[in-house]
């Protein structure tokens, strides 16, 4: 007489069934105690995917402080850099034209003036083309929110 075996697991749920043992010994989980092992075994997955996740944003927000860090400093070397030629420049139209510093300092400011009412007047034509509220959104909400209400009117009668 042949021993058949077989096995099925789940992480910690064996079922294990012995064809053929004369004096009946198996083993045998009910269905409740099954359900309960698998719903355990999820659990614990997802816990271990929350963990797992926990720390791959720690990683990433870890990398994002610093880029962000490291944007603050060029951006901090940059103003202090675009002040110094700022000055060079004024400086050099100065001593080019043989006027006093000031007139050099005057003439960077019209022209930093004039670059900034050309931005800020090419931003505003920019703005005012923007709408807040998305118009195809908008509008393909009322066609569904009016087919919604055709269907149900529809329904009702």
């Not at 004024?90 to 003036?113: D, H, Q, R, S, Y």
Request: hydrophobic share 55%.
């Amino acid at each position: 007489m042949g021993f058949g075996i077989w096995s099925l697991g789940f992480a910690g749920t064996r079922i294990a069934a012995f064809a053929g043992m004369a004096n009946g010994d198996f083993v045998q989980e009910s269905l409740g105690g099954l359900i309960r092992g698998i719903l355990n075994d999820l659990r614990m997955l997802i816990r271990e995917e929350i963990a797992l996740a926990r720390v791959e944003i720690r990683e990433q927000a870890g990398r994002a402080k610093a880029a962000a860090l490291s944007f603050g400093i060029a951006a901090a070397a940059l103003a202090f850099g675009g002040t110094f030629l700022l000055v060079a420049i004024a400086l050099g139209i100065a001593n080019l034209l043989g006027w006093p510093a000031w007139t050099g300092f005057l003439i960077v400011a019209l022209l930093l003036c004039i670059g900034g009412f050309v931005t800020l007047s090419s931003g505003r034509k920019q703005m005012a083309t923007i709408h807040a509220v998305p118009e195809e959104t908008v509008a393909t909400l009322k066609e569904n929110s009016e087919w919604i209400a055709k269907r149900l009117s529809s329904v009702r009668k």
